[in-house]
Every structure is written in C-alpha cells, then in structure tokens.
C-alpha cells in the first residue's frame, strides 16, 4: 500500500513508535543537564543546515526567513493551506532525498513520541485527502505541510523552526540549550484511522489521560473542575496572541499527590513534544509551579463523549477542543511569559 509513500521517511528514519509504547511518569522522567540541551540544539542545527545544503537559492530563500518577521506569529493556523498561507517550502515541492532531509530536521526537533504525534497527524489529514476525492476545492494532505527557518539556525541565537500545515503548527524557538515550543498547535481530523492493520489516534493519548484524571477525582474535585458553562473551541488559538484569561477550575494543589502526578503527566503531553533534553527543564518548570496550576472541563465525565479541558499555570495555557466530535479536535499549547521565546530577546 502506497497511500503514505512519499512521507513514508517516517518509517525510514526508525523513529515511530508503537502506539503501545508507554511514557515514563513525571517520577521517571529524565532531567537534562544544560550540557545535553546545548548537544540537542547542535543536532538540530546540524540537520538543519543538512536540509539547507539540499535546496537551490530559489528553495534557501522560501525556507529562510528573518528571525523579527511578523510571520512569527501569522505564518501558523488550524486551517487548510489554502485559507491561511504558511511560511517555508512546502513537503510536496521536495525531492525524495530533500523530503528525508527535511524528515530529519524534525526527527532531531522532537522526541520520539512527539514524532509519532506529528507524523500521524500528517497521516490523518493525508486521509481526510484521499476521502475527499478529486472534486474538493480544500487542499489536505501530506504534501501540504511547510517548512521554515526564521532566523540562521544557530547554536547561539535566537531563531525559530516552524513546521505546520492543516490542523499542525509547531513554533520551536531556540536559544541556545533552552527552548520553547509555545505556541503551537496540535488537531487531528480523524481522530481515529486504520493504516497497515493499526489503529491510529494521533491524539489519543491526550484524550484518555484526561478522562482519566477526572474519574480519579472525587466528586467535590469534580464539581470544582466542571465550569459552569459551555466552551466549544479553542479560546487562545491562531490569532489570540497576548490575550489573558481568568484561571478557573480545580486548583491543583487542592488535589492528592497522586492526582498532581496525572496532571503533570497530562501536560507532558504537549511539553514532551519537543526533543527530550529540551523538553525536561520546561517540565520540571510546569512541576514547580503545580500549585498555582488549575485545571477546568466543560462537557460530560465519561471517556469517548465531547469534552473540552484547560490546564493553566502561571507559565503554561494548554486547551483541548473537540470541534462537535471526538473525530476532530483542535489543541493549543502557550506560555504566556516565553511564546515565541519573547524571554530569550537580547539574552
């Protein structure tokens, strides 16, 4: 089967893993010395500048872009490529050996998990593409996803990767070894696909370590988490920059240890996207503000219904959205003191 083929480095680069695979606990996880983190923006440099060395001038000058360029902030969307144009060159303007290039980058980028997370929501919209048929005037699909440096990739300065098309955008912005992947943008559309025999959920594990954490609490908990009104979409999406909202919910440090730990391990869910030694200190930064940490729902407590959850700290806004269906969902993950790594300017 073909279906996949042309972004089927996926399986070429050795890094997708089965869906099985289990996530360490926030207990478990490893804590990433400054060392390990400068090592990691060196990979990720160097596979960078592997795919620049790919392209022609005319591909150099789509991809590169000036680090203070407003399309930091307006070159990413939940939309199809065709409402909302994206920054970069586009996957499906690649040869196959600049496709596994380009591949690479994001292997280097994230952590394996966040791979799969990113590769499988590729794979999605490839399907909703090929259900769509010939006559769709909406441009889905694996081949409309982009690729962009603002900024040199660089082992010092500031400069942002941003890879993203329908229902993607990942903003990574690095600084040397810190990093930060706010904002960004996760969805699935479907939510649930069969490929090669396996069921696909690219954001399943999102869904059922939150329906997990409100069974686990009790039912005062529960009446504190429920907001008493209706939220249906995204309310810090594409678009939303700098806007505040009020934090609302059950506060976490009125939860048991137990609890705290599913928290954190939710969260990871979207921290742990990025490449594991970049990812460590933001989480043990999420662990450390905990208690000022809330969590809010809106939508019914029983696994596999409509439900949309918030998890807000003083450095940290995470929602999930089901767009009417727990077939399409819209994620969104933000840091109101560092998206786009405004705490790394002139430092």
């Known amino acids: 089967m073909r279906l996949f083929s042309a972004f089927a480095t996926v399986a070429c680069l050795g890094v997708l893993v ?16 400054k060392a390990s983190a400068a090592d990691a923006t060196a990979k990720i440099v160097a596979a960078s500048r592997a ?46 050996a600049q496709r596994t290039a380009a591949m690479a980058v994001l292997a280097a980028a994230f952590s394996q998990d966040g791979y799969r997370k990113v590769t499988e929501t590729v794979m999605g919209d490839e399907m909703l593409r090929t259900n769509a048929g010939g006559g769709s005037r909406i441009q889905f699909g694996k081949d409309e996803y982009f690729l962009a440096f603002l900024g040199a990739p660089s082992t010092t300065a500031p ?10 955008a990942i903003n990574l912005t690095l600084a040397g070894p810190r990093g930060t992947l706010a904002p960004s943008l996760t969805g699935a559309q479907p939510g649930r696909f069969t490929f090669e025999g396996r069921t696909i959920r690219p954001l399943g594990k999102e869904n059922d370590k939150a329906f997990a954490l409100m069974a686990a609490l009790d039912a005062t908990q529960r009446s504190q988490a429920i907001l008493g009104y209706t939220v249906s979409d995204l309310v810090l999406g594409p678009g939303k920059d700098g806007r505040t909202i009020q934090p609302e919910g059950l506060r976490a440090s009125a939860m048991t240890p137990a609890q705290q730990a599913m928290l954190l391990d939710l969260a990871r869910e979207w921290a742990g996207i990025a490449n594991d030694a970049l990812a460590a200190p933001r989480l043990d930064e999420i662990k450390a503000n905990l208690a000022q940490t809330w969590f809010a729902w809106s939508g019914p407590t029983t696994d596999g ?12 806004v995470i929602e999930y959205a089901p767009q009417r269906s727990v077939e399409h969902i819209h994620t969104i993950y933000r840091d109101p003191t560092n998206d786009y790594g405004s705490a790394y300017a002139g430092k």
């Open 305 to 316: 219904s409509v439900a949309y959850f918030r998890i807000q700290g003083p450095t940290l």
């Open 51 to 96: 795919f620049l060395a790919t392209l022609d001038a005319a591909g150099k000058a789509k991809v590169q872009l000036a680090y203070a360029a407003p399309e930091k902030s307006t070159g990413w969307s939940n939309l199809p490529i065709g409402m909302v144009p994206r920054n970069g060159i586009r996957m499906g303007d690649l040869t196959p």
């Open 159 to 168: 400069w942002m990767l941003q890879f993203g098309g329908h229902h993607l």
């Open 18 to 33: 089965p869906l099985a695979a289990s996530v360490p606990s926030p207990r478990q996880a490893p804590r990433a010395t």
